[in-house]
């Protein structure tokens, strides 16, 4: 009898041991993966969280002198106009992407101020459920990451991966070494890479990048699709976002960019040359040179779009002369992936091939990048930096809405920024101003279309921005000393 009760004692500790066993397995396993993950390769950057919609733009105006404003007072008002390429033809984007061994570099908690008074307070947030809380930190632990902010709802995810990537110049007068004088200096960190590429894709990244939807993150996009995009990035042009400087650099020690918006305040500027004269122009969206040359240059070094963009620019401005991205030797098309359709255009383009699947399915890649577009022209924002200037510049209080999977930074915003991040001194043009009632959507419409504001994006912040940046001397934005009302 006694026997029995041992047997029937030992059984039930048993089981219960298993059964803690099982759930602490499920706890720790939010994700299956198909292969066990190798180790940590990379580092990540993380700190507590403390446009234009490619630009803002002129109709006419009177005077071409730039001046230095101040930024602009909060407005509740809204203006309607055909939609942008993000929102055209009835789609919004889903806004709700081998190398040496980084090392780990854990930022400490920089104190930093939103871009204006719109960001969200979130000190009273909370996950969800004790359940997510606890994979969210069990994931952290396993990629040796500290939690941002413990009271932080999961999407915003305020830690980065982190790369040792040296700057291209010893520019002394760069942005690098003025924005340390500066109170943006708590938003900025270094090691946030601009780009992605062959090397940084793995299961326990896809894991970690899952958790974002849209432009901050993979999720969405199956790790096989991924493996296939990014192997094809594998040269150091696809890392580096200036990758021909060492045949520029003969002309200065410090790189110059141009970075140009759509905006109609460009109309009859005369600012072509000067753009020109930059040693890197960036471009985006529907970007029409023809015809223009005189106001907006004639050079692209860097186009920026996603593919929704893009086909939206193609179908709302062909009529004013837009045929696609600018094709010459020296351009790049960075993509910035809002879906997975991103990646099976970019793998098309790579390798010449038909786009596999989705809404391109079967279309050649080369009507929109010529015949002759290497995969080392090819480049592809990181979703960590995307989600790194959400979070940090341009954290907008629709984020603590419903739409804050479909919020993300502007496709002009986001040029902009690599180009602060990149450039030793950055030039913008065509961008949104405290003036922009004063001009056209665009420089290209031959009628007034007044700026649209939609909720995928939040264009005054965006706008407040430019203005701190250009005060501060980071940037030198393109103004109206004197203003006529062109309606």
Same mark, same amino acid.
């Given at each position: ?71 602009? %007072? ?19 984007? %889903? ?59 999961? &999407? ?16 002394? !007068? ?52 991924? #493996?296939?995009?990014?192997?094809? /990035? ?9 990758? !021909? ?45 023809? =015809? ?12 920026? &779009?996603?593919?929704?963009? /893009? ?23 960075? &993509?910035?992936?809002?879906? !997975?359709? !991103?990646? /099976? ?16 399915? =079967? ?9 002759? #577009? ?8 990181? %979703? ?88 501060? =001397? ?14």
């Amino acid at each position: 009898m006694a026997l029995r009760r041992r047997l029937a004692l030992g059984a039930l500790t048993g089981g219960s041991l298993l059964l803690v066993y099982i759930l602490c397995v499920n706890l720790e396993s939010p994700l299956s993966w198909s292969a066990a993950p190798p180790k940590p390769s990379h580092g990540f950057t993380q700190a507590r969280s403390s446009s234009s919609r490619d630009s803002a733009e002129p109709l006419d105006r009177q005077s071409n002198r730039d001046q230095w404003s101040h930024p602009p %007072p909060t407005s509740t008002s809204t203006s309607t106009s055909t939609l942008p390429p993000e929102l055209s033809s009835g789609t919004v984007l %889903p806004e709700s992407l081998q190398t040496p061994s980084p090392e780990t570099q854990t930022a400490p908690a920089a104190e930093h101020t939103p871009a204006d008074n719109n960001a969200p307070d979130n000190s009273k947030s909370r996950f969800k459920s004790g359940v997510e809380e606890t994979r969210f930190r069990i994931m952290n632990q396993r990629l040796g990451l500290q939690d941002a902010e413990p009271t932080e709802p999961p &999407f915003i995810g305020d830690n980065y991966m982190s790369e040792d990537i040296p700057p291209q110049t010893n520019c002394s !007068d760069g942005i690098r070494s003025r924005v340390n004088q500066t109170a943006l200096i708590g938003r900025f960190l270094e090691g946030v890479p601009v780009l992605q590429w062959a090397g940084h894709v793995t299961p326990e990244q896809h894991q970690r990048l899952s958790r974002y939807p849209g432009a901050h993150g993979w999720g969405g996009v199956d790790y096989k699709t991924l #493996v296939e995009t990014l192997s094809v /990035l594998n040269s150091s042009a696809n890392r580096w976002l200036l990758d !021909d400087w060492t045949e520029r650099r003969r002309t200065s020690e410090c790189i110059r960019c141009a970075v140009v918006g759509n905006g109609g305040i460009l109309k009859d500027s005369g600012k072509g040359k000067e753009i020109d004269s930059h040693h890197y122009v960036f471009r985006t969206n529907g970007a029409i040179i023809k =015809g223009f040359e005189q106001d907006v240059g004639s050079r692209t070094t860097h186009y920026t &779009f996603s593919t929704n963009t /893009l086909m939206n620019s193609m179908r709302s401005y062909a009529g004013a002369g837009y045929k696609g991205p600018p094709l010459s030797e020296e351009t790049r098309y960075v &993509f910035l992936p809002d879906h !997975d359709r !991103d990646y /099976l255009l970019m793998k098309a383009a790579a390798t010449h091939t038909p786009v596999q699947r989705g809404p391109e399915r =079967g279309k050649d890649p080369s009507k929109y990048f010529g015949q002759d #577009v290497s995969a080392e022209k090819l480049k592809m924002y990181h %979703p960590d930096f995307i989600r790194y200037l959400r979070n940090r510049f341009l954290r907008s209080k629709a984020l603590k809405t419903k739409y804050k999977d479909i919020y993300r930074p502007s496709t002009g915003a986001v040029m902009l920024l690599a180009a602060l991040h990149t450039c030793d001194q950055v030039s913008a043009y065509g961008f949104m101003t405290p003036d922009y009632k004063n001009y056209s959507d665009h420089y290209y419409e031959k009628s007034y279309h007044p700026v649209g504001f939609y909720i995928n994006h939040d264009l005054r912040m965006e706008m407040s921005l430019w203005q701190q940046l250009h005060q501060a =001397g980071l940037i030198r934005l393109y103004m109206h000393e004197e203003v006529g009302n062109h309606k």
